[in-house]
């Protein structure tokens, strides 16, 4: 890495520059396996470093409250059109500043407070923002969870047709942020139909897949998209809302003035730049290669004797459930984090443990695929992630440092995209 690549921030602020030396430093040298990140472009970067960032713009393009918009509402409808083009949506928003308030959007598009929201549970594998009670969307609205079944591992698709049946939800999420299985979305549709629901796909985990055809499409069938664009889009932190074009206006309304002010169109710019990085054939492979290499990586780790969530993956994300380890999620996260390699913790279904201090470790080939790894790789991260939940559960530091070094090696032969190199 060269020296001082951020030239005016490191000579106003040297304290600062420095964190962002180090941050870089670190996702360099780490296997960073947090399924929800991702390496952004240089382009996508630059983009979201831009004077947009200067320029308020509530509103929507062609309909602003400020003057001066002759350059951002070309930004905003360039994003606009590339999200339209990509995931093939009659209407697309750009304008959320991230999952969470997309979500709360759709709540007070399409329902009152009090109403009753259905959602895959939080420790099951959903999403905060799908009604869980500790969130908005579960405290204005009756947040009811569907779960996944103790013996597949699987979405119960029978216990979510019985709740809806029974609750009558204005809303029925599906997607969240631990399903390692393809989502069927015609199957939620049709529950959404009978039951009289609006089906939201929230594909903010799984949008890049979507995008590069290694995921089925919820185009056909959910009345409502959200993402965020961040994760296996590989684009900046931000979100998007899409629709048949009979939401948009319930939509839009929902974002501004409803719930949001100006958009950050620094970001809209640079949602813009990954649209049109993922519209490219390379982008398809990358998708593909994500899915290929988690799938040999879940195969690594049963041979290992590991036991996965639902026996494996069909996506980027894997969930591992440590219980016959005898070494809490916590407590392997925080020794990988120590041997380089960056997980999460996380609840597994039925976990009998609090959800600070769960069961489970959750991992993602999204970033270790855009730094070029590929399946000839993961019987060597099995390796380090086998050895380092060993080195967990006795205690022994210098096996975690040994495979921090070798981790290292393999990273500095995989320069991470978008970094000063
Ligand atoms: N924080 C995201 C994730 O890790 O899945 C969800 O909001």
Redesign the pocket.
């Known amino acids: 890495m060269t020296d001082r690549p951020h030239p005016a921030l490191s000579a106003a602020d040297p304290e600062l520059a420095e964190l962002v030396f180090a941050e870089e430093r670190l996702q360099a040298e780490t296997l960073r396996m ?4 991702n390496y952004v472009s240089r382009a996508v970067l630059e983009a979201s470093g831009t004077a947009l960032q200067n320029k308020y713009s509530e509103g929507y393009a062609g309909r602003r409250y400020y003057e001066g918009q002759q350059n951002i509402d070309r930004v905003e409808r360039l994003a606009v059109a590339r999200a339209k083009d990509l995931f093939g949506v009659e209407h697309a928003n750009v304008q959320p500043y ?3 308030p997309a979500n709360l959007a759709v709540h007070l598009a399409f329902a009152e407070p009090g109403d009753t929201v259905l959602g895959m549970s939080l420790p099951m594998g959903g ?3 799908h009604g869980w009670g500790v969130s908005a969307t579960g405290t204005w609205f009756r947040g009811v969870g569907y779960g996944v079944r103790r013996d597949t591992g699987l979405v119960d698709l029978d216990e979510v047709r019985e709740l809806a049946l029974k609750e009558r939800p204005k809303i029925i999420f599906c997607g ?3 399903v390692p299985r393809t989502i069927d979305f015609a199957a939620y549709a049709e529950i959404a139909r009978e039951s009289g629901a609006v089906l939201v796909a929230d594909i ?2 799984i949008a890049g897949l979507i995008a590069g055809g290694a995921h089925p499409s919820p185009v056909p069938y959910a009345d409502v998209i959200s993402t ?1 664009t961040h ?1 296996t889009l590989r684009g900046p932190r931000g979100a998007m809302l899409m629709s048949r074009e009979e939401h948009a206006r319930a939509l839009d309304r929902a974002v501004f003035p409803g719930l949001q002010g100006g958009p950050h169109n620094q970001t809209t710019a640079a949602i813009a730049v990954a649209l049109h990085e993922a519209a490219s054939p390379a982008f398809r492979e990358y998708a593909h290669a994500v899915v290929a290499n988690a799938r040999a990586l879940a195969d690594e780790l049963l041979a290992r004797g590991f036991d996965l969530v639902s026996g494996g993956t069909d996506n980027h994300l894997i969930l591992m459930d440590l219980t016959s380890r005898k070494v809490p999620g916590k407590v392997a996260a925080k020794a990988l984090d120590r041997a380089g390699i960056v997980v ?1 913790h996380n609840a597994v279904p039925y976990d009998p443990r609090k959800p600070f201090d769960p069961s489970g470790i ?1 991992i993602g080939t999204p970033a270790l695929t855009s730094r070029g790894l590929g399946t000839d790789r993961m019987s060597a991260v099995a390796d380090w992630i086998d050895r380092g939940v060993r080195a967990a559960g006795s205690g022994d530091e210098d096996a975690l440092a040994a495979i921090r070094r070798e981790v290292a090696e393999l990273m500095a032969a995989h320069p991470a995209p978008g970094l000063p190199g």
Do not use: D, P, V
């Open positions: 947090i399924a929800s990140e991230s999952g969470s999403h905060l923002t969240g942020t631990a903010a985990h965020t994760k999460n959750r």
